[in-house]
């Protein structure tokens, strides 16, 4: 199993490095000496947008920090899609209209545009995972005051066997727990994930929700803790809510109160396939 970072694990200056390096066994060894060296020499870049941080400043500039943007108004009361300004209001929301019942909302830390993108590829393919608490900080705000109970439950959307093996991690899991830490409520992993066909990235809508509907299933002993419990879902980033709905459609199965799902990022309502 992955080391779970939350929150308290804080931010450790000798963990910054130049350039992100996966954390798996050979790669984490390299990185260690390479980190220390490259400290020596360079000093720590922004993930964002790799400018030299001040030494006061941890993972991201205070310019890359105001250029992420929540999702614009006026949005969609349930998922926050940005409507645009020539939709009326009464008109359903194309994003979130067929989404099931239990998924009673979406909120998103910001939308993808620079330098989200940068962060979230950093988390999951750079490995670095000390940048979860501060992604984190931004998903908490989003959810807002939003009436938790203090049984809710965090749980992030699970990754496949197979891509937990190649990356060691789990991104989601990451950004769970941190999430889980900020609010005080319990962290559980209740749902496990089947291998699916091919990576989702060039699917269209209707391809990847065919391809995820059934990807699914409750972890072991894992119904009973989730009966009646509302629950914070969380992702890295937010496409088309396919994976989403089909995550959230399980936990109804096992009895869920509600799902909100809280996601770092969320893509446009023009930009779908990501
Ligand atoms: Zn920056
Ligand atoms: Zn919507």
Known sequence: MPRATGADAGFRRSDRSQSPTPRTGRGRRARGVLGRLTHLLLPPACSGCGCALPAEIEYLCPG??????????????????????????????????????????????????????????????????????TMAEGMVRALGPIDLPADAIVAPVPTTRARLRARGFNQAEELSRAVAHSLDRVHLNPLRREGESGTQVALHRHERRANVERAFRPAERSGSKVAGRYIVLVDDVLTTGATACAAAATLGAMGAAKVTLLTFARALPDEDGG
Do not use: N, Q
């Not at 009464?90 to 993808?112: F, H, K, Q, T, Y």
């Open 64 to 133: 890359c920090r105001t250029r992420l943007r929540p999702p614009a108004h006026p949005r969609c009361f349930r998922c926050h899609a940005p409507r645009g300004t020539g939709l009326p209001a009464e008109r359903p929301c194309p994003e979130c209209e067929d989404w099931p019942p239990i998924l009673e909302g979406a909120r998103a830390a910001c939308v993808m545009a620079p330098p989200a993108g940068s962060l979230v590829h950093a988390l999951k393919y750079g490995g670095w995972r000390e940048l979860a608490p």
